[in-house]
């Protein structure tokens, strides 16, 4: 297995289209305190009546999709480029028994995922609170420790979507269709939930991924365009579902097909 490793390893950080991703994936932070900068130019401009009834979203909430995507396209690209090369061929009759394989590329992708989320959304959680300060009636003031398992769910969400880049990569062996379902997950299904007749548009949005995190911390939002109506360790069942079931099942049929 650390053969396997390592081999999965040289493969990922070999290829260029990998770095690139990664500074997307980071430039978060930037994002963030270009942000903050601008929101802390345009409350210092209003008058304090203005100010009293000011409000800003926590940045590192808003843009931990940044992230998601470009991580989750890297779990894709990791299986399907050896699909559209041939390269799988080799690998899988290198390691006859394949799943080392897969759980080899989870591993290293998970890992290098977890690594960019917490870099991203600690990162931007930290320019942003410099920049803010109490401004925006303190959005930044609450004590870290309290915030800590908010960002620790939020920075999870990331290898979340890598792995599950990476088992739809495997299952559909296309990295535009799988591709697809990784942007359609944060875009258009919730655009499309949202417009679904209630009870079942909160139903099906405390399903969502970006609903998870503050369920699993119990720290809910009455404003939230998701539902909230999982308790936290269903939302967290829910999270590894995402991660884990197509990576699963991605894993026996492996086992059953061809390359």
Known sequence: MRAVLSSEWLKIRSVRSTYLILCLGLSTVLIGLTIALAAAGTYDAVSPEQQAGARIADLEEVLIVVPQLCMGILGILVITSEYA??????SLALVPRRWPVLMAKATVVGAL?????????????????SVLGERFSGAYTAAFEDRLPLLITLTLTVPTFALLGLGLGALLRSAAAATAIVVGLVYVIPIIINNVPEPWSERLGSLMISALPRQITGDLITTSVYGSLLPPPVAAAVMVGYAFIPLVIATWLIRQKDA
């Open 113 to 129: 995922s977890l690594l960019v989320g917490a870099l991203a959304v600690f990162g931007t959680y930290l320019v942003a609170g």
């Open 85 to 90: 090369t041939g390269l799988i061929r080799t």
